[in-house]
């Protein structure tokens, strides 16, 4: 048992830059507990403004400007040989090779990016004299990050410390992550490369573990799940408020989300409901949701509160009553939004979506269909909203859902055990 291990890498796509990955804030505390030192490296900080960064003053925790340290001696015909080389294995391995093919321009340059920053993390991780023993790269998503530290140590020197990965959505289902989606767009490659280098790889959902199992079964003994949480933010039971109900959805405004489709359900739902969104999306579709809304249920109201810090949708719970959450997605993984509602004792409705039915059943909120119908959904909705009893019950069994699967503070504090502890087969 490595004893001495007291530094965790923790890649991430963009954290703490940019408004992604809120959640990983709530996994720091558990984190830092265990190490003396986390260090965060966002492979893609080139893209963000450094006014974006939300580094929070914590003991241990340092970030890394991988893309800002020197990399010399770096031979530009060894680079091309190495580019090629994972583009041949890429394409004699892929699940999606007409898209790999399409983008393989696009490929290549990301690839020479890993291979730049492969050895300028060498240098770095050599200058602090990281070994197996006193070191563990953390890869927040089965992403990209993967890719360089393979590309390190196959081509820079360097050695290999245990490799760690979470897997949430499209990054573990690639090309099936299309499918489910019902859209063509997606494309995650070098999945192969990225199950070699992985030592463990701890899905966010028994669907990606059993996903695993059927599709992978070389690497399924590299496999376990590990669920994500929130934080307790208190839990204080009550009885619905009579007059307008608020009702909140938490996302992007995007095709899969498909929020746009709610106003034909709430044209059903005959309590006055104030519905609060929290999330992007352009004013075009902001416009469009609204103006349905208004044409086909103009007893209630709609409120677009755009992307807050994840401080402030708390603090709307906190004083706030909010009587439903709803997720209408095709695809999720297990939504953090979900979590956060359900840790406040708020009923869920989503729909019966890969992970979704994890968190979701019809005790603790709605599961409904993926393919819905708008006054079938409205249905369910009336009869939890005029039902005080009903409601109450849903509310306690989600803050129990919460309390037995999603805590952080047990789900976290055991992670940072594996990593302290992690020995690779």
């Given at each position: ?19 992604q ?75 999606e ?11 290549a340059?990301i690839?020479?990016?890993l ?21 563990i ?17 196959t ?76 934080r307790?933010?208190?839990f ?25 489709e ?17 999330g992007?999306g ?10 349905e ?22 603090a ?15 695809a ?12 406040f ?46 409601w ?17 503070g047990?789900n ?12 690779a087969?």
């Open positions: 048992m490595p004893a001495s291990r007291d530094t965790c890498l923790l890649f991430t796509k963009q954290f703490p830059f940019g408004i990955e809120n959640y990983l804030f709530n996994e720091l505390d558990a984190l830092l507990a265990g190490f003396k030192r986390v260090v965060l490296i966002p492979l893609d900080e080139h893209e963000y403004n450094p006014a974006d960064n939300r580094m929070p003053a914590m003991e241990g925790l340092e970030l890394l400007h991988l893309n800002r340290l020197p990399a010399p001696g770096i031979s530009r015909m060894a680079r091309e040989r190495a580019v090629m080389a994972v583009l041949l294995a890429e394409w004699t391995s892929s699940r090779r007409g898209m790999m093919f399409r983008r393989r321009k696009v490929l340059a690839l020479r990016h291979y730049r920053n492969a050895y300028a993390l060498n240098m770095w991780m050599r200058s602090e004299g990281l070994t197996p023993d006193n070191a790269c953390y890869h927040y998503w089965f992403h990209n990050s993967l890719v360089l530290t393979w590309l390190m140590e081509y820079a020197g360097g050695i290999h410390l245990p490799q760690v990965a979470r897997a949430h959505s499209g990054d573990l289902y690639h090309r099936d992550w299309n499918v489910i989606q019902g859209s063509k767009g997606i494309h995650i490659p070098l999945e192969q490369l990225k199950w070699k280098q992985a030592d463990r790889v701890f899905t966010i959902s028994d669907h990606g573990y059993q996903f695993v199992q059927r599709t992978f079964p070389q690497y399924a003994r590299r496999t376990a799940v590990a669920r994500l949480g929130v307790d933010h208190g204080a039971p009550r009885d619905p408020v009579s007059g307008m109900r608020t009702l909140v959805t938490c996302s992007l405004l995007s095709p899969n989300k498909r929020l746009h709610l106003p034909a359900i709430l044209a059903h739902v005959h309590q006055p409901i104030r519905w609060v969104h929290f992007e352009s004013e075009l579709k902001k416009q469009h949701i609204a103006d809304l208004s044409r086909l249920a103009p007893h209630h109201r709609v409120e677009f509160a755009g992307r807050l810090p994840n401080h402030e949708v708390i709307f719970y906190r004083s706030h009553e909010v009587d439903l959450i709803v997720n209408l997605s095709r999720e993984g297990i939504p953090v939004a979900l979590m956060e509602a359900a840790s004792g708020v009923p869920m409705l989503a729909t019966a979506t890969v992970g979704n039915p994890e968190i979701v059943n019809n005790v603790n909120g709605i599961l409904i269909p993926v393919e819905f119908r708008h006054g079938d959904v409205a249905a369910r909705i009336n009869a939890l909203l005029d039902d005080t009893e009903a109450k019950a849903c509310s306690l069994a989600a803050r129990r859902t919460f309390e037995m699967a999603y805590h952080a047990n976290y504090a055991v992670f940072t055990r594996m990593l302290k502890e992690f020995e087969d």
